[in-house]
């Protein structure tokens, strides 16, 4: 029995150690859109070509935060 509690600790502590690192990427992840954003920002008031205005908002309908709270 000791030997089963000490393995689901050791399955607890990695599974909250393996979130870590998930929320971690997740950080990162959403600097680097929010970057892309203020080079779209950047681009749109420089009165891109339509053209790569329509690429990168056909790239941003597909960029979307699907995460959902666990409980």
Do not use: F
């Not at 998930?22 to 970057?35: F, G, P, Q």
Request: aromatic letters at 2%.
């Amino acid at each position: 029995m000791n030997a089963d509690l000490d393995a689901l600790d050791r399955g607890v502590i990695e599974a909250g150690q393996l979130a870590a690192e998930a929320l971690s990427r997740i950080a990162v992840l959403e600097a680097k859109v929010a970057k892309l954003y203020e080079v779209d920002a950047i681009i749109r008031r420089a009165d891109a070509p339509q053209p790569v205005l329509a690429a990168a908002e056909r790239q941003a309908a597909h960029c979307t935060r699907h995460l959902k709270t666990v409980k």
